[in-house]
Nanobody, 122 residues
Framework: QVQLVESGGGLVQAGGSLRVSCAASGRTFSSPVMGWFRQAPGKEREFVAAITWSGERADYAGSVKGRFTISRDNAKNTVSLQMNSLKPEDTAVYYC???????????????WGQGTQVTVSS
């Protein structure tokens, strides 16, 4: 089992920055890939970014590429998402996920956090 706890969400104005983090515990070696998804009201959960255990590979959704950066600290079992140049359409609940391989679909991730709200005002 892997437990994931997100933190760092909040309210920010358009154009601003925010950093969300996820602390992992348990059998993290069994699910080495960490990812971020988001879900806006009335919409399906969508892929945002994911990173491998080594950090050598990181994938991003086209809508956030160049604005968001995913990183991880394996010594602390944390993964973070730095979000810059935020837009109102980035408003959503952001979820941390863990799985065996990088993928853009929710079905590929075995463990999920409870989510943290990010709201971007115009």
């Amino acid at each position: 089992q892997v437990q994931l706890v997100e933190s760092g969400g909040g309210l920010v104005q358009a154009g601003g920055s925010l950093r969300v983090s996820c602390a992992a515990s348990g059998r993290t070696f069994s699910s080495p890939v960490m990812g971020w998804f988001r879900q806006a009201p009335g919409k399906e959960r969508e892929f945002v970014a994911a990173i491998t255990w080594s950090g050598e590979r990181a994938d991003y959704a086209g809508s956030v590429k160049g604005r968001f950066t995913i990183s991880r600290d394996n010594a602390k079992n944390t993964v973070s998402l730095q979000m810059n140049s935020l837009k109102p359409e980035d408003t959503a609940v952001y979820y941390c996920a863990a799985g065996p391989r990088i993928a853009t679909v929710t079905e590929s991730y075995d463990y999920w956090g409870q989510g943290t709200q990010v709201t971007v005002s115009s």
